[in-house]
């Protein structure tokens, strides 16, 4: 290279090294940032607060200097970055740390890192390990941390090892602002035990002469780190500090540790040198009688191998005894529920005929004593399950007044027929919608109310739900029964809750029942972490209390508690006449927290009075006026007939009358008087509001719906004829399917076992919309007769119908392909309309109709439009993408994150009204959670074509409403 050249080139690197930003290189090869640079100039004198007893890591000798391990690595970062430590002197430990938490000092050098002091500092990589030890008198017998329960532990305050026995709390503790002064104390017997670092703790013992004390380790698998602790709004230094330590290299580090680490020196061999000779006089002793002790040893391992064999046997036996048991169980039960099918089928034809009252009543007594003797079925079926352990608690959204109807609807014909009285109050904080296993908490009230009324003569029985606590979304209620029935002695309150027992004999030949409604409700209430107590009086009467913690469903309780705060309310005149004080406040309390005014009285002339006087007095006019049927003397439609007739009245209001049980005769006489709206008692919360709602032309919200006016009617027919192809061996049970299949409009194709109704498909497949198939039939079973039928067609729906209700049934049906299903003995209306619905949704499919039928959601939702829209909204925008994830995991055979996804998506369709789309989706969830490849793709096809048509459909309706 010529020289000029060179030169040009030494200049350019000159020019270079100029021009380079400031902070991208250092002393040492370190590497520091622009911001880090910027930290360092305009904070260059950096305050440390130490321990100054806490050697060899870090202390103040006798010259004042500050020495130690923490204090060679903060000479050599200081070195490394031209930072200044200044220690802050004077100090203890405790009031060092407390002057860090406060900001008076920037650095703790010396700290083992806790989750506890990990909120308050920003903490450094670590730079030195260390081991925890006990330290105890060498006349001690303590061993491992275990035996220092319920002992006092002295240790230094404020240091890791102090945040580190908190999590002990068997443990007490001794604080001692030095470690030095905490080991004197165990030294002199003040203290049993101390806990600290090995470092220390050998150092100082060296140092004071304390020759009486041993080290015992612990955790020996386990280190112990020191870090800097920065406070934390300084984020930078702590960078700063890290690239430091980094930089230093092991050579530097073995000569601090060196320097102050030395144990090998100084340790007491006393202790050990005892043991050895314990243990060597030990060992002759074992030797003398070693042969004797061998002889009895071998003997005690044959008589145990004799034990374990024995246990092994018993063992095998009682599997063998309970899978006898779970077999009988389900035979039992198929036994039993098929006769009973044909019994409450047969009993609901002849109903339906023309009879006499009196023939109409053994009828009811006919179906009683069925429904009786299924729940005892249903009961020991239950109790086996619990026994088993195979008993699940489902989460799900349900409406706490649609429970409680349901339950009221349930108990109220043996409430009538006792003729006793039935009081009802809800609290009206407890919300409406919660998440929980609504079917067990109806089950658990059903027994509780139940007994309750079969033990109670006269008087009454009330049921009581109360907000007992609040924690967040999580709500505690009450469930008090209450009844002025026979009660009970300790000695049958203690015998309650055990199974097949009642309070004694007299009691179960009077009164019936399987003893085990009680024993399984206490099961199921302690899997839901609730509580249930008893209190009684023997002739007065028993208390029962079910305490249950629910979450809030707070998506649909807001919905229903904006419609309760809706403005038309507040607008709204109430006048409520009703005799029974506890019903009137009752009344009250629900009407004034929908936010409406009301006054109350148990006169009808008073009634009357204030209706004449509300305009002629400066209050407005009544709106609604609320009457209970039993209050006037000559009864309600008399009364209101009076009031129609009364000139004196300038503005009718609304009327709506409260109806006695059991009297679903009157609903048909409203309309005759001039009556606008009918609710049957007692009252529940939701139905009283949807009452209003309607009555004033509002918008309904979710809950429960009304009670109808004039009853239940009978199922509309179908549009056009159906034939359905019932394969059923027992001939009343096809005779009562047939029969039912007729109201509707379907005709029926009947065989009598799994290889005819095979043949029968093959020749009518055409005209067949539907196949009921019992699941035991002789020559092929249902479950073959399924499986050979889906080979022919996959789209066919199969409803299973079925005696067995043992665990694992249902899942095994949708294994062979049938994904609907019918316990026997099904409720003869509930029948109909499970099959009438399915033939409805398959002509859909086969007409190429929508996807989603939107009546069926709706009524899903309480008839709550506004929550409607809203789910459909968000179930648009939450799986906008799930057809796509979904063929990309079955593409790549990752069967369980596919299961994921189809079981996320299950429920919310079968919600929303798209039930084609749920059943396909449970039919390939269990293909993909059991890997039958075979299933998996034409179900996936399936699936997905449902759910992209699904979503344009939600995507077209959501243009439209913009």
């Not at 015992?216 to 934390?232: C, D, Q």
Request: hydrophobic share 40%.
């Amino acid at each position: 290279m010529r020289p000029g050249r060179f030169c040009v080139a030494i200049l350019a690197l000159v020019l270079l090294a100029a021009v380079a930003p400031p902070g991208f290189g250092a002393a040492d090869g370190i590497v520091w940032t622009e911001v880090e640079l910027l930290f360092m100039e305009k904070h260059p004198v950096i305050r440390v607060g130490i321990d100054p007893g806490f050697v060899p890591f870090e202390f103040i000798d006798e010259n004042g200097e500050y020495k130690g391990i923490s204090a060679d690595y903060i000479a050599l970062i200081s070195e490394k970055t031209g930072l200044k430590f200044e220690v802050v002197g004077g100090l203890t430990w405790p009031e060092a740390y407390d002057l860090a938490l406060n900001g008076g000092i920037d650095v703790l050098p010396a700290v083992g890192k806790t989750s506890e002091r990990e909120q308050r500092f920003l903490f450094s990589e670590p730079y030195y390990y260390y081991k925890r030890v006990i330290v105890t008198r060498d006349t001690d017998t303590i061993s491992g941390i275990g035996d220092l329960a319920g002992q006092a532990v002295a240790v230094q305050r404020n240091s890791s090892h102090h945040s580190y026995l908190l999590s002990f709390q068997h443990i007490n503790l001794s604080l001692y602002d030095s470690v030095e002064a905490a080991l004197t104390a165990v030294a002199t017997g003040e203290e049993r035990a101390f806990v600290g670092n090995l470092a220390t703790t050998n150092y100082l013992i060296r140092s004071n002469g304390l020759t009486n004390l041993r080290f015992v380790a612990f955790e020996a698998e386990k280190h112990h780190s020191l870090h800097f602790a920065v406070r934390k709004d300084w984020p930078e230094l702590v960078s700063i500090i890290n690239k430091a330590l980094a930089s230093i290299d092991e050579s530097e580090k073995l000569a601090i540790s060196n320097r102050w680490v030395a144990l090998e020196a100084d340790v007491n061999y006393g202790p050990i040198l005892r043991v050895v000779l314990g243990v060597g006089a030990a060992v002759a002793a074992v030797l003398i009688v070693s042969f004797f002790w061998i002889a009895r040893l071998r003997r005690e391992i044959r008589r145990r191998k004799e034990i374990q064999a024995d246990l092994e046997k018993a063992k095998r036996e009682a599997e063998e005894a309970n899978a006898f048991k779970s077999k009988f169980l389900a035979r039992m039960s198929h036994e039993i529920r098929t006769p009973l099918s044909a019994i409450t089928g047969m009993s609901y034809l002849l109903k339906k005929t023309e009879t006499t009252l009196t023939q109409r009543m053994y009828i009811d007594r006919i179906m009683q004593a069925a429904s009786i003797m299924l729940s005892i079925i249903n009961d020991i079926l239950d109790f086996s399950k619990i026994e088993a352990g195979k008993v699940q608690i489902e989460t799900a959204s349900f409406s706490m007044d649609q429970l409680i109807q349901d339950v009221v609807n349930i108990v109220s014909y043996r409430i009538n027929e006792q003729k006793i009285g039935f009081r009802l109050s809800k609290d009206p904080d407890v919300p409406n919608w919660f998440f929980g296993d609504a079917k067990r908490i109806e089950q658990i009230l059903l027994n509780v109310l139940s007994n309750a009324v079969k033990f109670t003569q006269e008087g009454e029985v009330s049921l009581d739900i109360r907000l007992i606590a609040k924690e967040s979304d999580t709500y505690h209620i009450s469930f008090t029964v209450r009844d002025t029935g026979i009660g009970m002695t300790e000695e049958q309150i203690e015998k309650l809750f055990k199974p097949f027992e009642q309070g004694d004999s007299s009691i179960t030949r009077r009164f019936g029942g399987s003893g085990l409604g009680l024993a399984i409700v206490k099961s199921f209430v302690d899997m839901m972490g609730g509580e249930i107590k008893v209190f009684s009086t023997s002739g007065e009467g028993t208390t029962v209390i079910v305490s249950l913690a629910l979450p809030v469903d707070r998506e649909k309780e807001d919905v229903y508690k904006k419609a309760l705060s809706a403005r038309q309310f507040r607008e709204l005149r109430a006048l409520v006449l009703e005799k029974t004080g506890a019903n009137m406040n009752l009344i009250e309390s629900y009407l004034c927290s929908f936010g409406m005014q009301c006054e109350l009285t148990s006169s009808e002339t008073s009634a009357v009075s204030i209706l004449e006087a509300a305009e002629r007095t400066f209050a407005r006019p009544f709106d609604l006026l609320i009457v209970d049927y039993e209050t006037p003397s000559k009864g309600g439609f008399q009364f209101v007939d009076a009031l129609r007739r009364s000139g004196k009245i300038i503005k009718m209001p609304k009327i709506m009358m409260l109806l006695p049980m059991m009297r679903e005769d009157l609903f048909n006489q409203l309309a005759e008087h001039g009556i606008d709206m009918g609710i049957g008692k007692p009252i529940i919360p939701s139905i009283l509001l949807n009452a209003v709602l309607d009555l004033f032309n509002l918008k309904a919200v979710s809950g429960c719906s009304r009670r109808a006016e004039k009853g239940e009617k009978e199922p509309a027919k179908l549009e056009k004829p159906r034939t359905v192809l019932l394969a059923e061996d027992n001939k009343t049970n096809q005779l009562v399917a047939k029969s039912l299949l007729e109201q509707v409009g379907a005709g029926t194709i009947i065989a009598g076992d799994g290889e005819e109704a095979v043949k029968l498909y093959q020749e009518n497949r055409d005209v067949i919309d539907l196949i009921l198939m019992d699941l035991h039939m002789p020559v092929m079973d249902g479950y073959e007769a399924a499986e050979k039928i889906r080979e022919i067609s996959p789209d066919v729906p199969i409803v299973a119908m079925t005696a067995d209700v043992v665990l694992g049934v249902r899942d095994k049906c949708e294994r062979y392909g049938m994904y609907h299903y019918i316990s026997k003995p099904f409720h003869p209306e509930r029948f109909v309309e499970t099959v009438k619905e399915i033939l409805l949704q398959s002509g859909h499919e086969k007409a190429g109709g929508s996807v989603l039928d939107r009546g069926m959601g709706l009524r899903n939702m309480g008839g709550n439009e506004e929550l409607y829209r809203k789910v459909l909204g968000e179930y648009l925008g939450e799986n906008r993408e799930t057809p796509d994830r979904l063929e990309e995991a079955v593409r790549a055979g990752r069967y369980a994150d596919a299961a994921h996804i189809v079981h996320k998506i299950a429920s919310s369709s079968g919600s929303i009204g798209a039930s084609a789309l749920h059943e396909t989706a449970a039919a390939l969830y269990t293909a993909l959670k059991n890997g039958k490849g075979d299933d998996i793709l034409p179900l996936k096809d399936r699936f997905v074509t449902l759910l992209r048509k699904l979503l344009k459909e939600l995507e077209t309706s959501e243009r439209l409403a913009e």
